[in-house]
């Protein structure tokens, strides 16, 4: 077990944050760099276990936040977008576009992190619920088939899509989902340099598409889609057979499978009360459009981090209310018509004739603003 090597068992802290993934390791670093005592909690024995996502990581991110190169895989500049009769599309860019994270060891890094910062973390820990009183929440864990109570003023949901802090604050959640499902190899040969292949096709990535990355050392191989209207594993075979002779995965060892829900609602819009507030996929804070969620973890969790100190600086709950996702929600409405468009396009003669329009500017242009812009979330400092 991890944990902050005291062997005291912590009963209370100003913050407690419920959820030690990408969002919650960053909002309570922050919180606890400016003074205040922080309790990390997460369900997990390890934070490297269990991981659920690919891990590619913009421009934006890896310009904006310190993240440890150690842990991040080779650069790629390239996109290939494919018809669903595999018709391809290059689009490079100068700069180096994405990195896929060894994320395992990034949460394990990012947890030390905060760990020197002086939040105390608290493994194997599953949040249960939480009761208001006068001085603020208790939270009921449970741990080792033990209850444990942790008495707080502020509470944290960065517990993933389907928060139960969202529910127990009385928050919005998340309604609309996909889901996706990749397996991870290593070893295999690059098939034409790095590069992040997209294949759009509503047979086996109803709603989104399927993938397929390579960065000269992981290979992932992921579809995603709408849960009514596929069956992943079964989509993941047929995509899987289907690269035979383009990416030699056999040559390639497996290591893993991954896979989860994406909330694709977009950012939600009431997001903080006076007692918590949402980071991460628990606010809702994923591109609908593109379904990636870090750099949005790591931006609004740095803003949810500023409010909370602002609250315990001004000692007004009332600053809380400033943290609302109705004003981010208003900055998605393009990426929000995106998505219902490529929910929309059902069939594959379809899917075919938008792939073909994408080869023609304006829409050509468009594509490479969707892949390489510096905007994958609203800029919400
Ligand atoms: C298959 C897949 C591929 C993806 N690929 C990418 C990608 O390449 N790039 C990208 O930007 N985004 C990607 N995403 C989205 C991205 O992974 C998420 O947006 C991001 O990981 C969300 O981080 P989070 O910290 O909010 O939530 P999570 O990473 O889900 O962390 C939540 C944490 O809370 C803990 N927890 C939950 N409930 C409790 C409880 N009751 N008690 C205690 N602990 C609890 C969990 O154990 C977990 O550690 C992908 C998602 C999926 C599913």
Sequence with gaps: ??????????????VVVVGAGLAGLQCAR????????????DRKEDVGERVHTTGIFVRKSLEDF?????CLG???RRAVLYSPARRALSLASRRDEFRVGRMAPLYRELLGRCLESGVRFVSGARYCGARRTARGLVAEVEREGRSLSLETRLLVGADGANSRVACDLGLDSNTEWIVGLESVHSGVPLAEGAALHCFLDPRIAPGYLAWVVQDGEETHVGVGGYPDRFHPQTALAEFTASLDGHFALAEGRLLEQRGGRIPVNGVLRR????AGLLVGDAAGAVSPLTAGGFDACLRLSRQ?????????????????????GANL????????????LLAGVRSRAAMELVCGALRFPPFRN?????FFRRRSFPDVD
Excluded: C, H, N
């Excluded at 997001?271 to 006076?274: A, L, P």
């Excluded at 007004?316 to 400033?322: F, R």
């Design 1 to 14: 077990m991890v944990s902050d090597g005291s062997g005291r068992k912590p009963e209370s802290a100003d």
């Design 30 to 41: 922050l919180v606890a760099e400016a003074g205040l005592g922080v309790v990390l909690l």
């Design 66 to 70: 310190p993240l440890p190169p150690s």
């Design 74 to 76: 080779p650069p790629v």
């Design 271 to 274: 997001i903080g009360t006076d």
């Design 304 to 324: 949810a981090a500023a409010v909370i100190v602002r609250r315990f600086e001004t000692g007004d709950p009332g600053v809380l209310a400033t943290y609302s």
């Design 329 to 340: 929600r208003a900055r998605f409405w393009s990426r929000r018509w995106m998505r219902a």
């Design 366 to 370: 468009l594509a490479w603003q969707v």
